[in-house]
C-alpha cells in the first residue's frame, strides 16, 4: 500500500436485542504490559477543523498533514492554505469539511483528498496540484447524497483499491473509484436506507472472506458480485447514534467477528461480541469497554506497540454538539488493549485535559478554541494513524474544534 495513504487496520440475544452489559468487561490499567510513553506536537492550536490525513504532498519523501483548508509541511509544520472551507451557514460552529482522505485519485501521482460534508452533503475530491506550495487545490465534486457525518477510505470489494464509504444518514452508500485517466470516474453504489442511521463501518460478519458494511441498525452482507447494489441487509441489533468508524474484528479469538463502537453523542464505548445460538442464527452480547466519556466518534485500530495485535484509539469529539451529556468535560484521547486471556480491556492514557469550566450556558455561545483550556487535544471526525517521523512506530494526529496536534510514539 502505497506511503501516504493512512495506515489504519480495519479490519442475537435476537432481533433489535442486545444483552446485559456485564460488569467484567470493564476497562481496567494494565499491570503486564508498560505504557507507550507519548510526545505532543502542537500543529496549529488554532485550527478549528475536524478532520485531516497525513500524506507526502510535495513529494519531498516527508509524511505533511492535511487538514481543512490547509496543508501542513513537515518537519517544521510550515502552514500552506491552499482552499476555502467555509462555516455552515446552518450552523457556524461546523466547518464544510468532515473528512480529509489522501489517496491518488487521477493517477499522477501526487496524493490528493477525498472529502465530504454535512450540510453541503456533498462527495467530493480535492486535487493536489503540485508545484508551488501555496497553489490552490481543487474541489471537483462526486456526488450529493445526503448529510455526512464523515467517510473513510476502505477497500470492500476487495481489488486492492480503496473506496470511499460515507457515513450518509439518509442511504448506505459506497463510492468506487472506476477510472483515473484520461478522465477521473466514481461509481455509485446505493444499497437503500434500511440500514442508514448515525455511524457505518465495516468488517467480515460471517466469516465468508467479504467485508459486508455495518450500521447502527445491522448490517449489510456483501454479495459475490460486490458491484450489485442486492447487499442482504440483516437487522439484527440496533446501536444507536454510534460513531464513525464502526469496527468488525474478531476481538476475542474465538473466529467469530465482532462488533466495536462509540457512542457518538452520549456516553459509552462497547463492543458487541457474536456467539452462534443453539439454532445456529448470530447472537449478540453488548459489553462495556469504557463509559467514563463522552462524544465517541473515532475509532481506529493500529498496531500501536509493534507486536502485531492492533490497538483501539479512540477519545473525545470536543463539542460533537455543544449542548449534550459530557460536552464540557475534559479533552481525552486513550489507546486499549484486549486482554484475551483475562478477557478485559486495558486502557492507557495519551492525552488528558482540563474541562471547559467557564463554557457559556447558552449552546450559540459556545466556542471550543476558547471554551477549553489551550492545547486541548481530542479526535474530532478523523484520526491519522501514520508513522509520521519515518522511526518504525505509528504515531497519530488528531484534529478537532479544539487544535490540530500530533502525538509521537516515543515506545515503552
Known amino acids: 500500500m502505497p506511503q501516504f495513504i493512512r495506515n489504519q487496520q480495519l479490519f442475537r440475544l435476537s432481533l433489535f436485542v442486545i444483552g446485559p452489559l456485564l460488569i467484567w468487561q470493564t476497562v481496567t490499567a494494565d499491570e503486564k504490559s508498560p505504557e507507550l510513553k507519548w510526545k505532543m506536537h502542537t500543529i496549529n492550536d488554532q485550527s478549528p477543523y475536524e478532520a485531516c490525513g497525513a500524506a507526502d504532498f510535495n513529494g519531498d519523501g516527508k509524511l505533511d498533514i492535511f487538514s481543512g483548508d490547509s496543508w501542513y509541511a513537515a518537519p517544521n509544520w510550515t502552514k500552506h492554505k491552499v482552499r476555502d472551507v467555509p462555516a455552515s451557514t446552518q450552523n457556524p460552529h461546523y466547518y464544510e469539511d468532515f473528512a480529509d482522505s489522501p489517496l491518488d485519485v487521477n493517477g499522477d501521482g501526487r496524493p490528493d483528498i477525498v472529502t465530504c460534508n454535512y450540510f453541503g452533503k456533498r462527495v467530493g475530491w480535492v486535487e493536489n496540484p503540485g508545484g508551488d506550495a501555496t497553489a490552490a487545490w481543487t474541489e471537483h465534486e462526486i456526488d450529493t447524497p445526503g448529510n455526512m457525518e464523515t467517510g473513510e477510505l476502505v477497500d470492500l470489494n476487495g481489488d486492492g483499491k480503496l473506496d470511499f464509504l460515507p457515513n450518509t444518514g439518509n442511504v448506505v452508500v459506497w463510492y468506487e473509484l472506476t477510472q483515473q485517466k484520461p478522465a477521473v470516474v466514481w461509481t455509485k453504489h446505493d444499497l437503500g436506507s434500511e440500514g442508514a442511521g448515525h455511524g457505518v463501518g465495516a468488517g467480515d460478519i460471517n466469516r465468508d472472506g467479504r467485508l459486508d458494511i455495518i450500521t447502527p441498525k445491522g448490517w449489510h452482507e456483501q454479495p459475490a458480485d460486490a458491484a450489485s447494489n442486492a447487499w442482504p441487509f440483516h437487522a439484527e441489533f440496533q446501536l444507536g447514534a454510534a460513531g464513525i468508524f464502526i469496527h468488525g474484528r474478531d476481538v476475542d479469538g474465538d473466529q467469530l467477528t465482532d462488533i466495536v463502537y462509540g457512542m457518538g453523542h452520549g456516553f ?54 455543544e449542548v449534550e451529556p459530557g460536552d464540557t468535560d475534559a479533552s481525552v484521547v486513550f489507546y486499549y488493549q484486549f486482554d484475551r486471556t483475562a478477557a ?21 455561545d459556545r ?16 484520526v491519522a494513524a501514520v508513522d509520521m517521523d519515518a522511526d518504525g512506530d505509528i504515531d497519530l494526529v488528531c484534529p478537532g474544534k479544539s487544535g490540530l496536534y500530533m502525538f509521537e510514539n516515543l515506545g515503552q
Do not use: C, M
Open 367 to 382: 466556542w471550543a478554541l476558547k471554551d477549553f483550556p489551550k492545547g486541548s487535544a481530542g479526535t474530532g471526525l478523523q
Open 268 to 321: 459509552g464505548l462497547s463492543w458487541l461480541k457474536q456467539t452462534a445460538g443453539t439454532d445456529g442464527k448470530r447472537e449478540w452480547t453488548k459489553l462495556n469497554i469504557d463509559d467514563t466519556f463522552s462524544q465517541v466518534h473515532t475509532l481506529v485500530f493500529t498496531d500501536l506497540d509493534g507486536k502485531g495485535e492492533p490497538e483501539l484509539v479512540t477519545g473525545k469529539r470536543v463539542y460533537a454538539h
Open 344 to 364: 478485559k480491556w486495558n486502557k492507557h492514557a495519551i492525552f488528558h485535559g482540563d474541562p471547559a469550566l467557564n463554557a457559556p450556558k447558552d449552546a450559540k
